[in-house]
């Protein structure tokens, strides 16, 4: 999750944007992680307050952002997401509806059920992120990070309680976590093999039927072997939200 309020209607980010990612380079921080950012229109509608990189358009922008940073010694990774899922705000349902692995109760509105993805849409997806890539390296983008926590479409695809399907994408693990290795591969083919990509994920969802953590950490040594190079953790998920964003009150 990123800061809002920095984004062009179209997608891009604006110069606000940008002015605000060179003041913590100017603070002295090593590594500046953007928030959220889509690669595909086609399986969820771009809202206003979301960056998207479906075009080589975006380099312009993606550019201006690295050599910005990179002037006060920062390095910069775009944070990729796969969607929202399950979680898609209100007024995405209420537009468009919302898809998932399975077809699953909305957590904003369970009356409204989730279309269940086609395969081909996930193989679709997939090269989307390959492009995507390939955009990040042309503009000088230091590093990706795959949005893969906190009960959003990536971790929908990995946890068994979500994921119900029948196809390649589903079943036991190693199914599960068939669509982030794709991604994870598919970034490589596109950005370079040494182009490095941080796999942000909860250890631990804390509800019932959620992940456990030897299930984490099984996750976590199969996505290294399929690329990852780094990861960021934390715990969680919408349900248990005060896991992935705790309170003052929380010990």
């Given at each position: 999750m990123g800061v809002g309020g920095l984004e062009e209607p179209q997608g891009g980010l604006s110069q606000r944007g940008i002015d605000y990612y060179v003041a913590r380079a100017k603070g002295g921080t090593g590594l500046i992680i953007t928030g959220l950012t889509r690669v595909s229109r086609e399986i969820e509608p771009l809202l206003e307050d979301k960056l998207i990189i479906d075009s080589k358009t975006c380099v312009t922008w993606l550019n201006e952002l690295a050599e910005a940073v990179h002037d006060y010694g920062a390095k910069v990774a775009i944070q990729l997401t796969a969607g929202l899922g399950r979680v898609a705000t209100l007024d995405l349902l209420k537009i468009a509806g919302a898809v998932a692995p399975s077809a699953l109760p909305a957590f904003e509105d369970p009356t409204i059920m989730t279309r269940e993805l086609s395969t081909e849409e996930i193989e679709r997806l997939v090269h989307a992120f390959e492009f995507s890539a390939e955009i990040l390296r042309l503009a000088g983008i230091d590093a990706v990070e795959l949005h893969g926590h906190e009960g959003y479409l990536f971790d929908q695809f990995i946890t068994a309680l979500w994921n119900k399907r029948t196809d390649k994408y589903g079943g036991d693990l190693e199914g599960r976590l068939r669509f982030p290795v794709e991604v994870i591969e598919a970034i490589k083919r596109g950005a370079g093999a040494d182009f490095p990509v941080?796999?942000?994920?909860?250890?631990?969802?804390?509800?019932?039927?959620?992940?456990?953590?030897?299930?984490?950490?099984?996750?976590?040594?199969?996505?290294?072997?399929?690329?990852?190079?780094?990861?960021?953790?934390?715990?969680?998920?919408?349900?248990?939200w005060y896991w992935a964003h705790p309170p003052t009150t929380l010990p």
């Open positions: 941080i796999f942000r994920f909860g250890l631990k969802h804390y509800i019932d039927g959620g992940r456990e953590i030897e299930e984490g950490l099984e996750i976590a040594r199969t996505l290294e072997a399929a690329g990852a190079d780094a990861f960021e953790v934390d715990a969680g998920c919408y349900e248990t």
